[in-house]
């Protein structure tokens, strides 16, 4: 088992700043050789849960078009720690942002999800 916990949300203006945390409570980067991913969705009122960004253990990174430039994932592997600074902020980046972590092993593949961290952006 694997617990997530996120931290950073809250509300900011249009074009401003956040930076989200979400710290695992064992390790998931151990080996840069490792499939496991962890990274960040989110979702709006009234719409589906959508990949943000994710970081592989590789560091190799994926973006969604419409934050690519803006938002940049990372992780510090030691501390079981993924981040997104997320910058130019706005109103259609409002919603729930949920930390995922996919875990490989033995052919099988395990998934996690942290509580949520809620995003407002006013315009």
């Known amino acids: 088992q694997v617990q997530l916990v996120e931290s950073g949300g809250g509300l900011v203006q249009a074009g401003g700043s956040l930076r989200l945390s979400c710290a695992a409570s064992?390790?998931?980067?151990?080996?840069?050789?490792?499939?496991?991913?962890m990274g960040w969705y989110r979702q709006a009122p009234g719409k589906q849960r959508e990949l943000v960004a994710r970081i592989r253990s590789s560091g190799i990174t994926n973006y969604a078009d419409s934050v690519k430039g803006r938002f940049t994932i990372s992780k510090d592997s030691a501390k079981n720690t993924v981040y997104l600074q997320m910058n130019s902020l706005k109103p259609e980046d409002t919603g729930v942002y949920y930390c995922n972590a996919v875990l490989y092993g033995s052919g099988l593949s395990e998934e996690y999800w942290g509580q949520g961290t809620q995003v407002t952006v006013s315009s």
């Open positions: 064992r390790s998931i980067f151990s080996s840069a050789f490792s499939l496991n991913t």
